[in-house]
């Protein structure tokens, strides 16, 4: 009886099993996830570029405008802008513009979907002289 429990040759193959799909599960999860991380960058990115359009033209207006479009193009992402002060910027006067965007986590499908809100700030400082 003793030596039933010895014998032990299948063991290494199943463990290499459990081993295999354990790193099936973390890379599926690292596939699902990572497209999150990616459009919290591309929103960090598009609020730097957003805000460096106000600071060269000295306010929030058109040029503004025009540079979220174009970003929104280029990203894919929608996000809602928010500026702390609207029209023209004085010189050395301070801004902030904030990016909101939720992005949906889907782990198995329909079935572990859940939305995440995402938001970025980028702070910058007029350098256009308003006469």
């Known amino acids: 009886m003793i030596e039933l429990f010895k014998d032990k040759k299948g063991a290494s193959f ?3 099993c459990v081993l295999v799909l354990a ?6 999860l690292v596939v699902k996830v990572m497209p999150v991380f990616i459009a919290k960058q591309q929103l960090d990115t598009f609020a730097t570029e957003l805000c ?3 600071e060269i033209a000295g306010g929030v207006g058109s040029a503004t405008t025009a540079k979220g479009e174009q970003l929104r193009n280029q990203t894919g992402l929608n996000p809602t802008i928010q500026w702390s002060r609207m ?3 004085q010189l050395n006067e301070k801004f902030t513009v ?3 965007t939720s992005v949906n986590i889907g782990l198995f499908g329909e079935f572990a979907s859940f939305p995440i809100t995402l ?3 980028a702070t910058g400082t007029s350098e256009v002289y308003h006469k």
């Open 98 to 100: 904030t990016l909101t």
């Open 87 to 89: 029209g023209n910027i």
């Open 119 to 121: 938001t970025s700030k």
């Open 52 to 54: 460096r359009t106000a």
């Open 14 to 16: 199943v463990d290499a």
């Open 23 to 28: 790193i099936a599960m973390v890379l599926a």
